[in-house]
């Protein structure tokens, strides 16, 4: 195995994260421009009319503006095989990005400097917090009016429970930004516009001491403001560690614009200085290193039909160590199938490219036949061991689902379960019927407009949906209970999900208290398991 580490170390594998609007797809942008994955950003197809993101492809994206699937976008910068995973920004894909943040490192979070830390983000940073990632903050648009930067500061510590450290610190915003001051160098980085999307813009980088050239190109009131800002940071700030970053306590941050493209670069540099090399994973046969064992993987995501041409369905999966080669045997655990990947790749945007060999840290997609499940483990044929499981999320909305062809029952049953595979919706059944009464739950409710889209784009089946009531629901642990017998609550509905274990839907939180306590030994979970 020795021969991979240098290929291991190199990786960095890092999710971004951000409130929609805040520039996060700028950003990546920026950071593919650096590696010189594509040219000018903002113009990937070349066409004044198709400027869409790099990672942004499917139709109800374009038309809404959102990436509502997570792409992976991997590309070289001095010496490093970087790794990122773009989330979905928008607050009713929460739980595809807390799946995209397992297979991640670490996480850049990005926030718009006019605006703060804004509700819809909360949810997904503390699952960050959770989970102990390591967060960098980059605090982006600073070319247009932004708030008080102390404020800035203090909303993250307050909002998501963890220390901040600035890095560097931005000296004015909108008209008035002049640029960042460098902490550690104690010299001022002044800014200049590059919005034509090149690499070079005019930065020129002046010591503190230079007092009379500094004025000249921040200003009397620019400089005392900032003497002023420096001495209450340096008097009030959390000292800079790296151990308590990396544990998730602190979080480094920094200001820019991905816009213009300044202060982008500084980032990318700091951040590969502090991030570490692939993680060692939790196991059942307990922590799996990424150098010395040979190659394990665990899929974190399902994608269906991503390539209009073909029906494909690609499972996503997070190589945790060792190498993979192409055309290798693998064992599928939880299916208990040795086979070989089929059509490994990589992909970006609408470019797939097929893969010879890949690492720990990396992402590949493989056709999935319709086998794979969120969370499943693969590893060497020889071996056995499971990887933690990924929980999924209980849904909030649920609906009733009519089909409006009862012809093309066929393709509804297919196309749904389809869909409930990729982990975006979970389909249950009412307790005593088949497939013919469907109810989909959902963690937010834009996804109803995702499946009802899908399911006539992609399997030509039309449906009206039918809103229901409960908000709560709840899995039953015991598996000996009699379901006739459970003394409910009126507003109690008894459900089953697709594996035929019972579940219980309820529209008021009191009415699951009332349920435990009229029924002895009955115990209820707000987590299913994969």
């Known amino acids: 195995m020795g021969n991979h580490a240098d290929e291991i170390n190199r990786r960095r594998t890092f999710a971004i994260i951000s409130h929609p609007d805040a520039g996060k797809t700028t950003l990546t942008e920026k950071f593919l421009l650096y590696g010189g994955a594509i040219n000018l950003a903002g113009s990937v197809k070349g066409k004044a009319t198709a400027r869409h993101a790099v990672s942004d492809w499917m139709e109800i994206e374009k038309e809404r503006g959102i990436s509502v699937t997570s792409s992976v976008l991997q590309f070289q910068y001095d010496g490093f095989c970087i790794n990122i995973l773009d989330t979905p920004g928008h607050q009713d894909f929460s739980e595809d990005t807390y799946r995209t943040l397992m297979a991640a490192d670490s996480a850049v979070m990005v926030i718009d400097a006019s605006k703060g830390v804004e509700a819809q983000t909360r949810k997904l940073f503390k699952v960050c917090v959770m ?9 982006n648009k600073m070319d247009r009016d932004a708030n008080d930067t102390f404020e800035l500061l ?38 200049s516009d590059t919005e034509k999307g090149t690499k070079e813009g005019q930065t020129t980088i002046i010591p503190l001491e230079e007092e009379d050239k500094l004025l000249s190109y921040i200003g009397d009131e620019a400089k005392d403001k ?11 700030s959390a000292e800079y560690d790296l151990d308590n970053i990396r544990a998730g306590e602190l979080t480094p941050v920094f200001f820019g614009s991905a816009l213009t493209n300044f202060g982008v670069e500084i980032f990318l540099q700091h951040f590969l200085k502090m991030t570490t090399t692939p993680l060692p994973r939790k196991s059942d046969v307990g922590l799996v290193s990424p150098v010395e064992n040979e190659f394990s993987a665990f899929v974190f995501k399902i994608q269906a039909n991503m390539n209009k041409a073909h029906r494909d369905r690609i499972a996503f999966m997070r190589i945790c160590s060792g190498k993979y080669e192409s055309s290798m045997e693998v064992k599928h655990v939880q299916g208990g199938k040795v086979m070989r990947l089929s059509q490994p790749q990589q992909i970006m945007a609408d470019e797939r490219k097929i893969l010879t060999e890949a690492y720990a840290g990396d992402i590949i997609g493989v056709f999935d036949p319709g086998i794979f499940s969120i969370g499943d483990t693969l590893c060497m044929p020889k071996e056995e061991f499971r990887y933690e499981g990924i929980p999924t999320f209980a849904p909030e909305h649920f609906a009733r689902v009519r ?78 209970i009699d379901l006739d017998r459970l003394t409910g609550t009126s507003d109690m509905k008894k459900i089953k999900d697709l594996k035929g274990d019972p579940l219980l839907l309820f529209i008021n939180q009191w009415s699951i208290g009332m349920t435990v306590e009229r029924n002895e030994g009955l115990i209820l979970s707000e987590f299913g398991r994969n």
């Open 131 to 139: 989970r102990k990632i390591p967060i960098f903050t980059f605090i």
């Open 226 to 236: 900032l003497t002023d800002e420096i001495e209450l940071l340096d008097g009030a």
């Open 403 to 480: 089909q409006l062809d009862t012809m093309k029952r066929k393709q509804f049953v297919k196309g749904i379960t389809q869909i409930a595979q990729e982990g975006a919706i979970q389909i249950f059944q009412e307790f005593n019927t088949g497939m013919e009464e469907i109810i989909v739950g959902v963690v937010g409710v834009l996804q109803f407009d995702v499946l009802k889209y899908r399911l006539e784009n992609e399997y030509n089946v039309e449906i009206r949906l039918e809103n229901l009531p409960y908000e709560h629901i709840r899995w039953i642990e015991n598996k000996d």
């Open 154 to 191: 203090d909303d993250i510590e307050k909002e998501l429970g963890i220390a901040t450290c600035p890095i560097n610190w931005p000296i004015g915003s909108g008209k008035g930004f002049k640029g960042v001051y460098d902490r550690e160098t104690r010299s001022v980085i002044t800014y």
